[in-house]
């Protein structure tokens, strides 16, 4: 027979609650990689791509930082439907993305080209957001672009990218404008 002492008594509980201690820490652990396989991760809020210089051409919007280091771009399609006033991205008919790397807006929409030239060291996916036209909505196809007034005017709301490696950047508002909307180099 045990004869139970304050010290056994403390000893016993430890040794109950010691696996079921184990049992909570390994379940909520990480992988090896620091984050949560199959859990999105939410979005930072923070500096980290200051966009200040709209750049025109095309069927979209371009919008840089004044180093050429980091570009927001946002086209729709030439072969897809009419643009609605507002869209919520990712969307069929838009290529929405943020490249990094060095002289991004170096021989924008010219088709001559000089160096530096663009290097692209990671492109961003644009994951969430919503892209508004501030006035008429613009054409979709060169024909009609030829008469639309220009700057094009937009603004794109909640705008979150995402990462190669699923890191997610909210960048919340940006005001956009394509002073040659339609217009192709070439």
């Keep these: 027979m045990v004869r139970l002492t304050p010290m056994n008594t403390r000893m016993l509980s430890l040794t109950v609650l010691l696996p079921a201690m184990l049992v909570v820490l390994t379940a909520c652990g990480d992988d090896d990689d620091g984050g949560a396989k ?5 979005a930072v809020a923070g500096p980290a791509f200051e966009l200040t210089e709209d750049l025109g051409c ?4 371009a919008r840089a930082d004044a180093a050429g280091e980091t570009l927001l771009t946002l086209f729709h399609q030439s072969d897809a439907s009419p643009i609605p006033r507002s869209v ?5 008919g838009w290529e929405a993305q943020l490249t990094v790397g060095t002289n991004l807006t170096a021989n924008w929409c010219n088709d001559v080209i000089e160096e530096p030239q663009a290097e692209v060291e990671e492109t961003w996916e644009v994951v969430e957001g919503t892209l508004t036209f501030a006035d008429e909505v613009p054409p979709a ?5 030829q008469t639309t007034e220009q700057p094009v005017e937009a603004e794109l709301r909640g705008v979150v990218v995402e990462s ?3 890191e997610r950047v909210e960048l919340g508002d940006i005001p956009l404008s394509n002073s040659s909307w339609g217009f192709l180099a070439g």
């Design 58 to 61: 095309g069927f979209g919007f």
């Design 164 to 166: 190669p490696d699923g």
């Design 38 to 42: 199959g859990v999105d991760q939410p």
């Design 141 to 145: 196809d060169w024909d009609e672009a």
């Design 88 to 92: 919520d991205l990712p969307a069929a």
